[in-house]
């Protein structure tokens, strides 16, 4: 078949709800987007381990201790797994990782934002990691065989991560007077940021109308973005928390909440690299990096010796 032909038969198994696995002809623009996003979707993981993690040795009780430490367990895997899956496009490891520490690649907004105080640790399980479900149960369905499967996976454990943060959060708003106001100043700083995980409005999103003809999403930004504050905003009341916006209404047509204005050129700002804490998290990445640099090099050497053990066995 020529090219017009394979793309023609490609997107006729998408259109069929077909799954494309790794061995399957694929248009090099289809590899290079998933390269992309699952790269992305992997450092986001790993680097959303540092805010989270300096909170480790400062938790109120061994119960929310030993919680945090397996949900930033967690985190690695979901890394590790989504690595794993961009590996089967051809892309190294190795090359990921080198495109994230040079800058080259990006990964999520919303872990360039300071951890202030407990309740900062309580509201990214409940509204970060409850975007990050949103995003990801679509993606649980996409037509790239391994990111669907490793969504799948990701998203059982994030669910439990979200109902953690919800109970931190619920616990503190039947607190004291000072644990109230923790929490409605976490919420104040990190509701935004959150609306802006979901990426830039449709109108300016320079890949969703492709990757929604491949289904590798199956909704759009502003679709995902709307169904995360229909639900959190209910829970948000329930709880007695402030949404921090003035615009926000209830549309009684439309049966949606409707917000003001996001302000994407923060969005855009951070993304870039100049977020409160862009330079620090990748310090802290490029210090992990080096130091485990030796574990790496021994793991390497200690599977080349087994071959060479094998190979004179055999």
């Known amino acids: 078949m020529d090219e017009q032909q394979k793309l023609q038969e490609f997107q006729d198994r998408i259109d069929a709800g077909e799954k494309i696995e790794p061995k399957d002809w694929m248009p090099e623009r289809f590899r290079k987007q998933l390269v992309r996003m699952m790269s992305q979707h992997a450092h986001s993981e790993i680097i959303g ?3 989270e993690g300096n909170w480790i040795t400062r938790a109120p009780s061994l119960r929310r201790k030993l919680a945090l430490l397996a949900k930033v367990q967690d985190e690695a895997g979901h890394g590790l797994y989504l690595y794993s899956g961009a590996e089967t496009l051809g892309v190294s490891r190795d090359e990921m990782i080198d495109d994230l520490l040079s800058g080259k690649a990006k990964y999520s907004n919303i872990f360039n934002y300071p951890t202030q105080t407990w309740a900062d640790i309580g509201v990214i399980g409940w509204l970060v990691d409850g975007a990050a479900i949103v995003n990801q149960t679509m993606l649980a369905k996409s037509s790239f065989g391994p990111y669907a499967r490793a969504n799948l996976r990701i998203c059982k454990e994030e669910s439990f991560h979200r109902k953690q943060g919800h109970e931190i959060i619920a616990t503190m708003m039947k607190g004291t007077p000072a644990q109230r106001k923790m929490v409605q100043d976490a919420v104040n700083r990190w509701w935004w940021p959150t609306l802006m995980m979901f990426g830039p409005p449709d109108d300016n999103s320079p890949n969703s109308n492709e990757l929604i003809r491949w289904k590798v999403k ?3 930004n502003d679709e995902l973005r709307q169904s995360f504050i229909d639900r959190t905003v209910e829970e948000a009341h329930d709880m007695g928390i402030e949404i921090p916006d003035p615009d926000l209404r209830y549309n009684e047509e439309t049966k949606h909440w409707e917000i003001g204005e996001i302000n ?10 100049n977020g409160p804490m862009n330079k620090k998290r990748m310090a802290a ?5 080096e130091e485990g640099r030796w574990v790496r090099e021994a793991a390497e050497a200690y599977a080349e010796k087994q ?4 190979k004179k066995a055999s």
């Open 307 to 310: 071959k060479l053990k094998e």
């Open 285 to 289: 990445r490029r210090k992990a990096h």
């Open 49 to 51: 381990m540092l805010p």
């Open 264 to 273: 994407f050129d923060e969005l855009y700002r951070v993304v870039t690299g």
């Open 218 to 220: 199956t909704k759009t």
